[in-house]
């Protein structure tokens, strides 16, 4: 460093300190704000005016911020409020599973459908051989009563037993006829 530059250093820090010092000056002369009144202490919901620019003579300052708080208030947390006591469990019954009233047992056979474009038809018959002739959505007459035909595919009828469904297979019987009987091959080799 040259000696001009020292020189403009040392010219600078003069003034700096020099500011400094009519700054403390200024601060040091300037009037103190008059403490609360012991009505504003003493009372939470009275507090001191905030002063403006227009309250404080020759001041630039916009407002001034209020740090005030009440004394009255602890400088604690007021400890957590004792735990509501437990209530004991009240004996809540469990419910009662009724049995459902037991499926009677269909001891009915399909004997056949009958589908056409216009309607379907299911062959029922009982164990007794009584038979019964019936289209979807009708109750069928046979024991035990209150069955409806829910639904008629080629092979099978669903039914409808008191509300739960049931299901009768088409029974395949295989009986051969005489032209079947001349497509079976037998075991035994034929004598030449």
Same mark, same amino acid.
């Given at each position: 460093?040259?000696?001009?530059?020292?020189?403009?250093?040392?010219?600078?820090?003069?003034?700096?300190?020099?500011?400094?010092?009519?700054?403390?000056?200024?601060?040091?002369?300037?009037?103190?704000?008059?403490? *609360?009144?012991?009505?504003?202490?003493?009372? *939470? $919901?009275?507090?001191? *005016?905030?002063?403006?620019?227009?309250?404080?003579?020759?001041?630039?300052?916009?407002?001034?911020?209020?740090?005030?708080?009440?004394?009255?208030?602890?400088?604690? !947390?007021?400890? *957590?409020?004792?735990?509501?006591?437990?209530?004991?469990?009240?004996?809540?019954?469990?419910?009662?599973?009724?049995?459902?009233?037991?499926?009677?047992?269909?001891?009915?056979? @399909?004997?056949?459908?009958?589908? $056409?474009?216009?309607?379907? @038809?299911?062959? @029922?018959? $009982?164990?007794?051989?009584?038979? !019964?002739?019936?289209?979807?959505?009708?109750?069928?007459?046979?024991?035990?009563?209150?069955?409806?035909?829910?639904?008629?595919?080629?092979?099978?009828?669903?039914? !409808?037993?008191?509300?739960?469904?049931?299901? @009768?297979?088409?029974?395949?019987?295989?009986?051969?006829?005489? $032209?079947?009987?001349?497509?079976?091959?037998?075991?035994?080799?034929?004598?030449?």
């Amino acid at each position: 460093m040259n000696v001009k530059q020292q020189q403009r250093c040392l010219v600078a820090a003069t003034v700096a300190c020099f500011a400094g010092a009519v700054w403390a000056a200024v601060w040091a002369v300037a009037p103190l704000e008059a403490p *609360p009144t012991l009505a504003a202490i003493t009372r *939470p $919901d009275v507090r001191p *005016p905030i002063q403006t620019a227009d309250d404080v003579d020759g001041a630039t300052s916009v407002g001034a911020i209020d740090f005030s708080f009440s004394i009255q208030k602890p400088l604690y !947390d007021p400890p *957590p409020p004792p735990p509501k006591p437990q209530q004991p469990a009240r004996f809540v019954p469990k419910p009662v599973s009724r049995p459902s009233a037991p499926k009677p047992k269909l001891n009915w056979t @399909l004997v056949g459908t009958i589908i $056409d474009p216009t309607q379907r @038809l299911a062959i @029922l018959s $009982d164990e007794s051989g009584k038979t !019964d002739i019936r289209r979807v959505g009708e109750t069928i007459e046979l024991a035990p009563p209150g069955v409806q035909v829910k639904s008629i595919a080629s092979e099978k009828v669903i039914l !409808d037993v008191n509300g739960a469904t049931s299901t @009768l297979h088409l029974k395949k019987t295989l009986t051969a006829s005489s $032209d079947d009987r001349s497509n079976v091959r037998g075991n035994r080799r034929r004598n030449r």
